[in-house]
């Protein structure tokens, strides 16, 4: 089932491709699902590791994305870019 979580593809799709029926692809693919489901952290789980491992920003759906950011060079802690000239 790693076409349909991969890919998108329909039911109708894996069925034909795998030579077996809509209802069979259903089938496993909500047991795979579930499967992932039991290994995967909670969401507190998630965030707190996210929080400790100072990443800047998480995807809900479970994509973590590494970022690089500026850090602010003044005292204040804000980061700010410099402004741009206006398109006007």
């Known amino acids: ?3 349909h ?5 329909t039911y109708a799709r894996l069925a034909a491709g795998f030579r077996i029926g809509v209802a069979t692809v259903c089938r496993y693919l909500h047991e795979v699902i579930n499967l992932l489901a039991q290994r995967a952290p909670s969401l507190t789980a998630a965030l707190w ?5 100072h990443n800047n920003y998480a995807i809900l759906d479970g994509t973590v994305i590494r970022t690089e950011r500026g850090f602010a060079t003044s005292n204040t802690g804000v980061y700010s870019p ?3 000239a206006s398109p006007h």
Do not use: E, R
Not at 5 to 9: F, M
Not at 49 to 53: D, E, G, K, T
């Open 49 to 53: 590791q996210l929080a400790w491992s």
């Open 5 to 9: 979580l991969h890919n998108g593809d």
């Open 1 to 3: 089932m790693p076409a």
């Open 82 to 84: 410099a402004p741009t």
